[in-house]
């Protein structure tokens, strides 16, 4: 059974580095087809995806908030983690993890609320 | 890199059936997409894989209810028998080497 399991802080300061956990179960990140993304959704908006790590540890990242993002996993402990610097309100939304099979998004985390707030 | 545009909204009975968008950018009309589905208050539930041929692939436990077709850049998502728990928001995403993308999300709205 494929279970993705998102954990973090549910609240964060203007100007911190945000940092999430993705931990997978029922599948290897080190599977050649396998790769995770970070998607997110601020309250009432639509999806906005993040980042993207593959099995062979390369890496995507949206264009508009690459500067800020990183993405890595650590295969062993079957863990993907997101960092975001420098959050702001406009931050505060759902982050999701989604597993890709061959690109194919097929598996969905039940995501965590942050809150970016002084 | 792709865009995919879907319209904001939908309706119909119960009962009966729908047919939702997503329309690929010029350029991109032969992307593979995916369904989401997603629930008030829940996560997205990803429904199926759609190539251009019109070919689908259903995830684990989706309702033979959903189906997808395609014409040219366009996808679609067609739900029969519309129930009341069909009622969600309904987005397509694509990818390409280096990016992953999702349309604006249509809200379905059961009569």
């Known amino acids: 059974q494929v279970t993705l399991k998102e954990s973090g802080p549910v609240l964060v300061k203007p100007t911190e580095t945000l940092t999430l956990t993705c931990t997978v179960s029922g599948f290897s990140l080190s599977n050649a087809r396998m790769g995770v993304s970070w998607i997110r959704q601020p309250p009432g908006k639509a999806l906005e995806w993040l980042a993207h790590i593959f099995s062979n540890d390369e890496k995507s990242y949206s264009t508009s908030l690459k500067s800020r993002l990183t993405i890595s996993k650590d295969t062993s402990k079957s863990q993907v983690v997101l960092t975001m610097t420098n959050m702001d309100p406009v931050d505060t939304a759902t982050y999701y993890c989604a597993r890709t099979s061959s690109s194919i998004p097929d598996y969905w985390g039940q995501g965590t609320l942050v809150t970016v707030s002084s | 890199q792709p865009v995919l545009t879907q319209s904001s909204s939908a309706s119909a009975s119960l009962g009966s059936s729908v047919k939702l968008t997503c329309t690929l950018s010029s350029g991109h009309s032969s992307y593979i997409i995916a369904w989401h589905q997603q629930q008030p208050g829940k996560a997205p539930r990803y429904l199926m894989k759609l190539e251009g041929s019109g070919s689908y692939n259903k995830g684990s436990g989706v309702p033979d209810r959903f189906s997808g077709s395609s014409s040219g850049a366009d996808r679609y998502l067609t739900i029969s028998n519309l129930q009341s728990e069909d009622e969600a928001d309904y987005y397509c995403?694509?990818?390409?080497?280096?990016?992953?993308?999702f349309g604006g999300g249509t809200k379905l709205t059961v009569l």
């Open positions: 995403e694509t990818w390409d080497s280096n990016t992953r993308v």
